[in-house]
């Protein structure tokens, strides 16, 4: 028992499902045939009529008695071992690929068996396959796993897979049955998703959480969207209850109005506090003006980093910061703990947070705070549909006003028409950014680099302002432009945080090296206000159907589709793949369906 369990740890197999899931990677079919189709592997009784050597092979006949037949068969390499088994007149069970040749039935090297009738699965396993099928017969039963939640269909399927009686309705040549692989989905997904719900730990809140926001959406300038109010929604059903503290993800493409959300959850957290978390001073302190200018009067509102300091933290309302946060020794416990961009957050920085959710509420125990994550990461629906088994998730998939960006992918050819457009560009007082793959030059690549195109731009043009990732002064130079600024060069690293309302025109060297996510946040820099914009795409690989995809859609949702569908043409500089290979069976680009009939499974 020990043993197996050893077993199963070393196939990192943790729930039955997923044992059930390790499907043989092929079957070898004993069963003796009624009839002989050329080319393919057959299992025969035959006994040998006649054998001899010729040029150092052994030809042996074979007569085969079901089907009054001969076959030939030549054995390469010998050994006295195949003298003495295949003796004249000794019986035999022999297993290979039937050719037809000038009318003579022929097999070369069979393997000699011990028995027939069966079909024996093959698994791809370091583990012994006498050892496999010990775990599949001691573990799987059709009861077991429609006690772990599998359809009696499903799991007679599965049964069949591992125990197979016939092969025909499930497999051939060597594919399995459309059907089957549907089921083989549905199975996946589902498990899946017990596996991330089991993960799953509740905890209550510090509070319920119900004041209103009418007062704050009545003095908005603008209506909310619908997606707008459907989020805001979900937020005040998640915050009002007290046994449970709210844990959800908001995921809307840049510029989809997520700090709407962000205020009106400090509305409802009234007359309690709230804190927000920003990965960046500078979007720290733009969160810190929109929240002075939306928010009611009487609501205090404070901003804390490093260097800076507005309002008294101590007796806010609303206090708004940086990491700087998480340092602050008497910061006062919050009912509500939220965070934007939250995808720029690194790993560790993601647990400081969540810390800071359970601190906020020291010394009271299993309470936690609500929290509320805000990230303009576009993830496919499928994969929001499976997350969600661990965390809420609320997709805001629209923008406020259709943004005017016209995507365009060009080649050296188009350079002397770009440089006159830009010109036109900043003569309107727009601003341009162009993005360079690299800081330095390097024999990789076979575009310039940020340094050895400086001089070129600088020679052109006036209020040329250059950044990069690791740049110290990165934030200072971001805000120089935004004021005084014409054309920003820049890496891919640098996460231009701050919103530049003048930004018209984006240019992307070497465009087809970075993943269609990359790409879609970096063209998600122009045309914030509605401002009609340009995203060109400069790569020597104009016919890239990646590219030209990207081209023709704006929402970042489809654009997560179209990178899952893509993903294998591979993101040489993203590091951020997320869920990748994890599903065998199950195509995230294309099973929605599946997924969401799962999800309703739980
Ligand atoms: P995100 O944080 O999702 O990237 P923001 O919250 O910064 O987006 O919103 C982008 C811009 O859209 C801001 O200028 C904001 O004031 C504006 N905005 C937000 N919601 C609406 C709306 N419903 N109608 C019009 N403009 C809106
Ligand atoms: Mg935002």
């Given at each position: 028992m020990d043993e197996m369990r050893h077993l199963l740890k070393r196939l990192k197999i943790y729930s039955l499902l997923d044992l059930a899931l390790f499907l043989p990677a092929s079957y070898d079919d004993t069963r003796l045939l009624t009839s002989i189709t050329p080319g393919k592997v057959h299992t025969f009784e035959a006994v040998v009529k006649e054998a001899h050597t010729l040029n150092g092979k052994l030809v042996v006949t074979f007569t085969l008695p079901r089907f009054a037949q001969t076959l030939q068969s030549m054995f390469f390499r010998t050994t006295p071992y195949h003298y003495q088994t295949f003796a004249s007149g000794s019986r035999h069970i022999i297993q290979g690929r039937v050719e037809l040749y000038r009318g003579t039935l022929q097999m070369s090297q069979p393997k000699s068996l011990k028995s027939h009738g069966e079909i024996i699965t093959k698994y791809k396993s370091t583990i012994k396959q006498s050892e496999m099928h010990r775990l599949m017969k001691h573990y799987l039963s059709e009861q077991a796993l429609i006690a772990e939640g599998l359809l009696p269909a499903e799991a007679e399927v599965l049964m069949s897979l591992h125990f197979p009686h016939s092969l025909e309705t499930l497999y051939r040549e060597g594919h399995y049955r459309p059907e089957v692989i549907v089921t083989l989905k549905h199975i996946e997904a589902f498990n899946y998703l017990k596996k991330l719900a089991s993960k799953r730990i509740e905890h209550p809140a510090i509070s319920a959480l119900t004041g209103g926001i009418d007062a704050f959406v009545t003095g908005l300038p603008f209506d909310l969207t619908m997606e707008q109010q459907q989020v805001i929604a979900e937020i005040a059903q998640d915050l009002s209850r007290s046994d449970r503290a709210a844990k959800r993800l908001v995921v809307g493409d840049v510029g989809s109005g997520k700090t709407m959300v962000i205020l009106a959850a400090v509305m409802m957290a009234q007359p309690h506090r709230s804190i927000l978390m920003a990965p960046t001073s500078l979007l720290a302190l733009q969160l810190y003006e929109e929240a002075v200018k939306h928010l009611?009067?009487?609501i205090r509102i404070a901003l804390v980093m490093q260097g800076r300091e507005e309002g008294e933290y101590r007796e806010a309302d609303f206090v708004i910061g940086t990491h700087a946060l998480l340092y602050k020794e008497d910061l006062p416990r919050a009912p509500l703990v939220m965070v934007d961009?939250?995808?720029?957050?690194g790993t560790q920085q993601r647990h400081l947070l969540e810390a800071l959710a359970s601190d906020a509420v020291?010394?009271?125990?299993?309470r936690r705070a609500h929290f509320l994550q805000f990230s303009a990461t576009p993830i496919p629906r499928t994969q929001a549909m499976m997350e969600s088994a661990l965390i809420d998730v609320s997709l805001?998939?629209?923008?406020p006003f259709e943004k005017k960006i016209t995507t365009q992918v060009i080649g050296t050819q188009d350079f002397p028409k770009l440089l006159t457009q830009i010109q036109t560009e900043i003569a309107r007082e727009h601003q341009v950014l162009i993005v360079y793959p690299l800081v330095e030059e390097s024999e990789m690549i076979d575009y310039q680099s940020l340094t050895e195109s400086r001089g070129f731009w600088e020679k052109r043009f006036e209020n040329v302002y250059v950044t990069h990732g690791k740049d110290k002064e990165k934030e200072e130079v971001l805000l120089n432009f935004r004021e005084k600024g014409d054309i920003l060069l820049a890496t891919t690293v640098v996460e231009v945080g701050i919103s530049l309302p003048r930004l018209t025109m984006i240019v992307i060297v070497g465009?087809?090296?970075?993943g269609l996510a990359t790409l879609h946040q970096l063209r998600g820099r122009v045309g914030r206000l509605g401002l009609e914009s340009w995203c060109y795409l400069f790569t020597r690989n104009e016919k890239s159907e990646r590219l030209q995809a990207f081209t023709r859609t704006t929402n970042g949702f489809d654009i997560a589709k179209l990178d899952l569908k893509f993903r294998e043409g591979g993101d040489i500089l993203d590091g951020t793949i997320q869920s990748g290979q994890k599903f065998k069976w199950l195509d995230m680009a294309e099973d929605e369906e599946i997924v969401a009939a799962a999800t309703e499974r739980l």
């Open positions: 009611p009067e009487g961009e939250q995808h720029r957050f020291e010394g009271d125990g299993e805001i998939t629209k923008t465009a087809e090296r970075l």
